[in-house]
């Protein structure tokens, strides 16, 4: 198989379906989305057969079993896949938004339109329900999409395709407005990040390594999700309870999630207070603390290394760092932080506007858990990842960061002067 | 000189300086645009003597005579650069506004706050003015910047950074806020575009061959302006006064501009009617036509070729196209055009909706010349270049296009259930 050739094929198809989805109203892609959905509800059994070849193939060849795990189409997941189409059916279309007309002294009026972005390339690893999940997204926002999942998880995506497909053509809609790369051959991602004719944009879904390779060799823009070390800082003005439920909701809630809090920054004015009820509560849940020689001597724990700062843990570990100011907190954070999402608690208010202003990650809380930042709580309806870019799209990505906004111009015959 | 570890320390200024920047208030920025303008005012003698060195240079050098009128620092432009940071320090200040803050059911209230980039790189060529129009924008949208000037215009542009570094310090902001790199070793462009630790964002101004180049090589988002292929389109329905005036101003208003019309396409059903008119306005104004065969059945003209299609003239010819309908021209346009600015000319509802809806460009027209794409006449104040891209600013940008949102969230201690 020629991968080039395949894959300038797939462009140039999603390019010329681009113009198609840019046109069609909210009612057919509403449309399509639910016929995708009765698509792959109607085809339980073929989707569950597909992803059992998938399942078999990765234990033949040994296959962690977290990867499995992930790989695996259950009757839950399938149920949430068609969940997920009908909620983002039921999303209001943002494509055709227009704001901000206001007239100018020439007499022309000038303002917005929101817009697709075109044609969007996803690449992601081994779990299938994304297929499902970044094709309706993409959908819905009027955009084109090519899939690039997982080698392991080839069959399952390829009979979530084909239900895609039916959809599509239910609806009317062009189907190759959503193509699922058909080759398992690396080479394809390397076509697919460096066709900037046929590509508008690379949103990678995976973990850091895959991402920093896309980054670094596409040729396109692309809209990235790195690292999630979130911070908790506890000020001196921090009401104690809210401090200690937050400090344990950011860590414990979930640990595998970008958004868990993986550094504690504690002021030293209430560390006594709090960090020995919090150790004591982290004991409790299994979570291994490292602090800083300020926090060893108020609670017993390993001694936190220049690296802990760096590190996201992923995992029932948390690094501990008493600080004396805000400006301390926000200088640790502006050297270790990922940008990604931080919080203060504090019941002052001058203190709270600095942190909300002088913070620069893609969310920036007060008195609220990390594990908020996500595009269902923040009311988004759904993501395509969290981006912790500073360009385009900061913080949860949904159908608004897959469009862009054009500017409009209404005159009646006016003539620069 | 080790050009590596003099970038990387500029680098590592303008990210300490843009932590500065972000937390100045409007007053204080405003403040030191103004202090410049002094500057530059009370140095008018010094900067034309560093000019006078350049331009002493360049003549030895042999530049050409467009070169070195671009080169020149006359009264009249120093004038214009004194203007232009008074009214930037004029324009509503970007940072810091909140918008859409809304309750979610979780009783968390999410919304977006305007922030700076951070640190900006502006590559640019000879004209020494563009160093002070960049580093008045960026500094207004508390960003740092760096800027990379031509090498024949670099004792002008010294001359200019001192004003701005004593502007920068009367108002008691780091003076590597704006930095101008000092070496003219062509090297430093391919350290500066490649330094995303500390440059996030960097933006060309030059040819269409510097912009190529740096796209293909940073490793930092480029906020990037290719050709202008703009088009005209007079439909079937257009009120043919208004398209003769805005056929005629979209081109010869001025010849070598971006936004100037390289392709008149004309409905048929009126090309018997504007096509005669219209090739008389233009005789006389010297521009030379290119037409398709079913033009050059009405008028009398050369033949147009594929490549005319494809070709942004800058200079007084035109190429024009006959089409049987809105299809065709939006066809037409969807293949050719550099997805700047094209306009049509109708006084039909549903067809000028149509086209606003369909064409994909970063400026999209009714009943107005092109050459109204600029961020003054947008009322935009100003703009730091005109973007081709799809992603984060489209068209005119201005001080909002050097800023993103970020999320912020304010709770009263709410935990993730």
Redesign the interface.
Same mark, same amino acid.
């Given at each position: 198989m020629d991968v080039k050739a395949y894959m300038t094929q797939l462009g140039q198809q999603a390019r010329a379906a681009s113009?198609q989805m #840019? %046109?069609a109203n909210t009612g057919v892609k509403n449309a399509a989305l639910i016929a995708i959905a009765e698509a792959i509800e109607a085809q339980r059994e073929a989707l569950t057969a597909a992803n059992q070849i998938d399942l078999d193939n990765g234990r033949n060849n040994g296959l962690e079993p977290a990867m499995l795990d992930r790989l695996e189409l259950t009757p839950a997941r399938i149920d949430t896949m068609i969940e997920g189409l009908q909620q983002v059916a039921a999303l209001p279309d943002p494509v055709?938004e227009i704001s901000d007309m @206001?007239y100018?002294p020439?007499g =022309?009026q &000038?303002g917005k /339109?929101r817009?697709p972005?075109?044609v969007i390339g996803i690449i992601y690893e081994s779990r299938p329900n994304v297929t499902v999940e970044a094709a309706s997204l993409c959908l819905k926002s009027g955009n084109a999409t090519i899939l690039r999942g997982g080698s392991e998880s080839i069959n399952s995506n390829q009979a979530i395709a084909r239900c895609i497909a039916q959809g599509l053509e239910q609806a009317g809609l062009p189907h190759s407005a959503v193509q699922v790369v058909e080759t398992t051959d690396r080479a394809a991602v390397g076509e697919l990040i460096t066709m900037p004719a046929y590509v508008?944009?690379i949103v990678p879904r995976g973990g850091k390594g895959l991402i920093e390779r896309i980054s670094?060799d596409a040729?396109v823009?692309v809209?990235k999700h790195l690292d999630g070390i979130c911070h908790v800082y506890i000020d001196a003005e921090a009401?104690p309870? %809210?401090a200690i439920? =937050?400090a =344990? +909701? #950011?860590k414990t809630?979930r640990y595998g999630v970008c958004n868990a809090m993986e550094t504690l920054l504690v002021h030293s004015a209430v560390a006594d207070l709090i960090l020995p009820k919090l150790a004591q509560l982290y004991a409790e849940k299994g979570v291994e603390l490292r602090g800083c020689e300020q926090t060893r001597a108020i609670i017993d724990c390993v001694s936190a290394t220049e690296a802990d700062w760096q590190t996201e843990y992923l995992a029932p570990i948390l690094a501990i760092r008493v600080v004396d100011d805000l400006d301390a907190a926000i200088d640790h954070i @502006?050297q270790y932080s990922s940008q990604h999402t931080e919080?203060i608690i504090t019941e002052n208010y001058t203190l709270a506007r600095r942190f909300? #202003?002088?913070v620069?990650?893609?969310? &920036? /809380?007060? +008195? #609220?858990?990390t594990?908020?930042?996500d595009g269902f709580?923040?009311?988004l309806g759904a993501e395509i990842g969290i981006s912790t870019? %500073?360009?385009?799209?900061?913080?949860?990505v949904g159908l608004e960061g897959l469009t862009?906004?054009?500017?409009?111009?209404?005159?009646?015959?006016?003539?620069?002067v």
């Open positions: 113009r #840019a %046109k055709g @206001n100018r020439s =022309i &000038v /339109m817009v972005l075109g508008d944009v670094n040729r823009p809209i009401d309870q %809210k439920d =937050i =344990i +909701n #950011a809630h @502006n919080s909300l #202003a002088e620069d990650s893609s969310s &920036v /809380m007060v +008195n #609220a858990s594990r908020f930042a709580e923040y009311g870019d %500073k360009i385009h799209a900061r913080g949860p862009s906004q054009k500017y409009i111009v209404l005159g009646d015959g006016q003539i620069r």
